[in-house]
């Protein structure tokens, strides 16, 4: 096999990534703390984070699908998995094969459940007002569930990096589930939910875009690092002369000689146009401000002053989650999981 360079790196901090669980983990305080690695971990990895994590003392995750189930297996010693898209029909071969529980998701997969699951336990997911995946809540309390071996109940708060009246309102229809509805565990809170007080902590907290440096809530800052940093190969050099124009449109135009870096990253990649006017990167500490637009697979930055800087050598780029998402309009979300395949993943 021919050992080819990567152009482009996203190099992963595996002590931020474990440092930022176990805050999480002590803020969740009596709560176990489990973690969501859906999207491939967010886009960093599934499967690395998750041996981090349980190495860590991790020991409840989270995937949307069952073949990102599929491709955890075999799973850490003592751990558990939970599919939190449920089972469709096409889905009971790998959900009665697999390790993992499914997270039932409305009253026809709970049928499907109990005909076929064999009594293995299950999660089940009522919705307490956010409307997307779960049983509504007075089908689970008029015995909707009854049978069934659930191991954790759970819902899903829809407005916790906000200060809303949601967040009460659903944290009190969840009391009353577990008033009403038997589980071994009962779980309400993701990230943002956690830094909401313990009243939302419950028995089992389930954290996703803190683990990866996400910021869900101002409790948080000071506490959470940032673990996923890219880095782009320069291609080119350029001497621009002052009054030319760089990229598509002519949206940059020089007011002086200027030194161009044009680099191997573009939106093809996840890092998108509405990063011009704000974007930026980073050689020996000096900031090279992004200009122009952002290419399919290019972008450029203004390299005055960056002494030393040429071709083949690697930018970093500024992607602070919360300051980019600011910048952008883009969430943190969106951010972490759009950086696309080319990258090749370096855990350090």
């Known amino acids: 096999m021919i050992d080819i360079a990567a152009p ?70 003592g751990t558990a998995l939970s599919v939190l898209h449920g089972v469709g029909e096409s889905d009971m071969v790998a959900a009665r094969t697999l390790p993992a529980r499914p997270v039932l998701n409305g009253i026809a997969q709970v049928r499907r459940w109990r005909e076929a699951g064999e009594g293995r336990p299950c999660d089940v997911m009522v919705d307490t007002g956010m409307n997307r995946l779960g049983l509504r809540a007075e089908e689970a309390m008029a015995g909707a569930l009854d049978g069934l071996a659930v191991d954790t109940l759970l819902s899903h708060l829809a407005s916790a990096d906000e200060d809303s009246a949601q967040n009460g309102r659903q944290l009190a229809a969840f009391r009353a589930l577990r008033g009403r509805v038997a589980a071994r565990r009962y779980s309400l809170a993701n990230s943002a939910g956690i830094c909401l007080g313990a009243d939302y902590r419950f028995d089992l907290t389930r954290p996703g875009i803190a683990l990866y440096g996400g910021i869900p809530r101002p409790e948080a800052e000071g506490y959470i690092a940032g673990v996923a940093f890219p880095e782009a190969r320069v291609l080119q050099i350029c001497d621009v002369p002052a009054g030319e124009s760089v990229g598509y449109g002519a949206a940059w135009t020089a007011p002086a000689a200027s030194r161009i870096a044009i680099v191997n990253l573009g939106y093809a990649d996840g890092y998108l146009r509405c990063h011009a006017g704000h974007g930026a990167a980073r050689w020996q500490g000096r900031r090279l401000p992004l200009v122009g637009r952002v290419s399919m697979d290019l972008a450029a930055f203004d390299a005055g002053g960056a002494e030393g800087l040429g071709e083949g050598d690697c930018l970093a780029i500024d992607y602070d989650l919360p300051a980019a998402s600011s910048a952008t309009g883009l969430s943190q979300y969106e951010l972490l999981t759009g950086l696309g395949s080319r990258f090749e993943r370096r855990w350090q």
């Open 8 to 77: 482009l790196r996203l190099r992963l901090d595996s002590a931020a990534l474990v440092a930022n669980w176990r805050w999480l983990a002590r803020a969740s305080g009596a709560a176990a703390c489990g973690a969501a690695i859906k999207a491939d971990g967010y886009g960093l990895g599934a499967r690395a984070v998750m041996r981090r994590l349980a190495e860590a003392g991790c020991r409840d995750f989270f995937v949307a699908t069952w073949a990102e189930a599929a491709a955890l297996m075999p799973l850490p010693q």
